[in-house]
């Protein structure tokens, strides 16, 4: 069976990709991990204990990580899913507790323990995937592989006009992680719009279901749709983590990825956290990827009612 660490922030979709990887029978969640960014890092870590609490499924450990940036002061999204990150609609009171140990050391521990097996996705900033890869750069050349929900892929950003959001937080550590030579498939912001993003309707049939998990899911993300009532007046829920949790649970989704060359931009402040990406196309002054070799799949396209139905029907399973 598939060995999986979820490194997390979570906020309301994170919850939704956690509840995913839970509940799948294709893979083994050896741990989660938590990171600030879309709330503090004692918020993250309540909401993921609380998530597999709700969900009945997988009890993987959870383990407490990076509490700040790589070398920035922390931005939060509370504006997007509430001051606790889970639609301030008092769901969060975990019994559970967090593993003794820091989220680092229990990533570089289980990637030793199964050398090429162990797959990471982050649906978050990746700050305690780059200090793992600063302590241990060996160990994590292990890793079978890294999927990232993070860039804007080649579309716009959704925290600046470049910039997605769990890149802008920490592009920092997001550009030590595009380095390390670790096989790494990026799932972009661009992906996760559109017909991926739960309509009414979606949510409707979930809550219909009265399955606790489900309610959860959509209970959670009040927030999030307020803001997009707000911000776009349309009423649905995009959520990103759980499309890229799809891409790695179900690949079958995915109809169109390219190798790619991703270079993370850290000086610059207005283009801070934007992720340049080629993809080899002929271009006017470089030719393909030049010399700069891919490091990085991106998916470009995936197949969003094929991703919808499976997620509904894993969650009132």
């Known amino acids: 069976m598939r060995k999986l660490i979820i490194d997390t922030d979570t906020g309301s979709d994170d919850a939704v990709a956690l509840i995913m990887a839970l509940k799948s029978s294709e893979v083994d969640v050896l741990a989660i991990t938590t990171v600030c960014g879309n709330v503090p890092l004692e918020l993250a870590t309540k909401n993921a204990l609380m998530t597999v609490e709700v969900t009945h499924a997988q009890m993987p450990p959870v383990y407490v990580g990076a509490g700040k940036p790589l070398m920035r002061d922390l931005v939060t999204a509370v504006n997007v899913h509430g001051e606790d990150g889970m639609g301030d609609s008092n769901l969060i009171h975990p019994i559970l507790h967090s593993e003794p140990g820091h989220a680092v050391d229990m990533i570089l521990d289980l990637v030793e323990k199964n050398p090429g097996e162990v797959e990471i996705i982050t649906i978050g900033p990746v700050t305690n995937i780059a200090f793992a890869i600063l302590k241990k750069p060996e160990t994590m050349k292990k890793v079978k592989r890294i999927y990232s929900m993070g860039t804007a892929g080649f579309g716009p950003g959704n925290t600046t006009p470049v910039a997605e959001f769990n890149v802008y937080v920490d592009a920092e550590s997001y550009s030590i992680m595009m380095k390390s030579g670790i096989p790494i498939t990026i799932i972009g ?56 949790m799809g891409v790695v649970l179900w690949g079958d989704i995915v109809l169109e990825d390219k190798l790619c060359y991703c270079y993370v931009c850290t000086t610059e402040e207005a283009t801070y956290g934007q992720v340049v990406i080629n993809d080899g196309s002929k271009l006017a002054i470089s030719d393909g990827f030049g010399s700069n070799l891919p490091n990085a799949v991106v998916c470009k396209r995936i197949d969003h009612q094929l991703y919808k139905q499976r997620l509904s029907s894993l969650l009132i399973r």
């Open 189 to 244: 912001f661009d992906v996760c719009l559109g017909e991926a993003a739960w309509n009414r309707e979606d949510m409707e049939l979930i809550l219909e279901s009265q399955k606790e998990e489900a309610v959860y899911a959509v209970q959670c993300n009040r927030c999030l749709l307020e803001y997009n009532l707000q911000a776009r007046g349309e009423h649905f829920v995009d959520l990103p983590d759980a499309v890229a």
